[in-house]
């Protein structure tokens, strides 16, 4: 969260405080600094939409201890949650056991009149987002469709909580894309509040799509394990998007022959193996573009370009506009 807040940073509000906020199209900027803790918040609330971007540093705490936060989630809230870094164990009072949520990881839940305890793991930043749409609405704008978001409906019309996960799927880069947009969009007034509703709808509904997905395997792929391996696949592909191994290397390191990585892979993600590597690299150039001063060219070798003038075609293809454009949105 480096960009430059449209509003004076405040002190840090107590959780529950909140929902007492004002309206504002303009995000919030909330700073939360005591011993050992560092914390950045902002936040736009606009009618029955509240949208959170967060995160929290543990500078001066041991790697091999934890940090534990509790609070009352009070209000009926339909909360949509995407994990962009960190480690975080959470508790909620109606839940079993804790749950892992790291970077990439996202669920949908409702847990009105709920305590939940989360449980931070090491001193690096964790960073999340989340988007909260209040029970009432969520029933406005979800009541009258039939489908998979019906169960879910039931429920909160009977107030009954529901987490709904799969960690084995994360959160797709188009799902960022839709994320990162909602801070962007130049709308003001009822159009902007129309757009949060519109993004948060969208947003839920991938998250139906994905988290509506068995890990039962299906076409090439014949067993678990197999699954497995291509969420591993996923993961060599991120660690180092300026080297990406060849598809040989790939499916070696995976523990699978090509024919299976390749069919295999577009059967979990829905993409190419390197479609999908293209897009994670766009998604970190567009974090670079908005959040550091480095030149485009720069940026074009970071994310694997060897030429500045294929980064710039990849970009615009990806994005509908030229990196200098997007560089530009963020400054204005």
Known sequence: MKEKPTQPSHEFPAFEAFKDLPDSEEPFHFQAGIPGF??????????????????????????????VLRHFNEGPLVELNFVQSGCVFQKQSYHRGELLFKKGYHNLMYNCGAWEQNRFIGN????????????????????????????LVEKVMRQEPFFVERPQLGYTPYMQTLIDSLWTSPLKGNMKKLFLEVRAMEL?????????????????LKNKSDVEKIHFARELLMKDLQHPPTLAALARLCGLNEFKLKRGYKEVFGATVFGHFNSLRMQQAMQLLR???RSI???????????????????????????GKARTKRSS
């Open 38 to 67: 560092r914390g950045e918040l902002r936040f736009v609330k606009m009618g029955h939409i509240m949208v959170s971007d967060g995160s929290v540093n543990f500078k001066d705490v041991p790697s091999n201890k934890a940090v």
């Open 124 to 151: 690096e930043q964790h960073h999340t987002f989340a988007i909260n749409i209040h029970a009432d609405r969520f029933l406005q704008l979800f009541g009258a469709h039939s489908g998979p978001m019906d169960v």
């Open 204 to 220: 839920m509904l991938l998250q139906c799509e994905l988290l509506g997905q068995t890990l039962a395997p299906t076409g090439v």
């Open 291 to 293: 959040h550091t001063d």
């Open 297 to 323: 060219t720069a940026i074009a070798y970071e994310t694997g370009y060897a030429h500045a003038q294929h980064f710039n075609r990849a970009f615009k293809k990806e994005f509908g506009i030229s990196p």
